[in-house]
């Protein structure tokens, strides 16, 4: 499937889920990394007028999640989150976030994805890492309509 296709894929299955809502979307991807980028805006700030730690949180596991369902046998097999780990190390209260998430480990059984968020200035805002299991599917996954 060609990069186009698989960008296209992604952006009908976001649309009405999480990923939608919060305006996240994927830049570029590539055989070791996937990158996107989310606003800081009223959908993702909390109430004091920052970037809320949770957006970032669901800005990385959606990368890392995508990433990590390139490397399986997609849709017989599919991730499931384990653990998200999370250091909020700058605050941004407008603007843009960028996040690129890389694989650490790939294994049969488990992915590890490090995810590196920054801001307009390329300043490191969040440093995450996901770890997800892969498990076989039940059901075929939403069409995106």
Same mark, same amino acid.
Not at 38 to 46: A, E
Not at 113 to 123: R, V
């Given at each position: ?18 990923? @939608? ?122 069409? @995106?309509?």
């Amino acid at each position: 499937m060609k990069k186009a296709e698989i960008m296209e894929q992604i952006i009908a299955r976001s649309k009405n889920s999480m990923v @939608g809502h919060l305006g996240i979307e994927i830049t570029d991807i590539g055989d070791q990394f996937i990158t996107g980028r989310m606003p800081v805006d009223q959908r993702t700030k909390h109430p004091l007028g920052r970037l809320h730690g949770g957006a970032s949180v669901a800005f990385a596991e959606t990368l890392g999640s995508i990433g990590a369902t390139f490397k399986i046998d997609f849709p017989n097999d599919i991730i499931v989150g384990l653990t998200v780990n999370a250091n909020h190390l700058k605050s941004v209260s407008s603007g843009w976030v960028y996040g690129k998430a890389v694989p650490v480990h790939v294994g049969k059984a488990t992915q590890v994805w490090n995810i590196k968020i920054s801001n307009d200035n390329a300043d490191l805002v969040c440093n995450c890492q996901l770890t997800v299991a892969i498990v076989k599917s039940k059901s075929k996954p939403p069409s @995106g309509k």
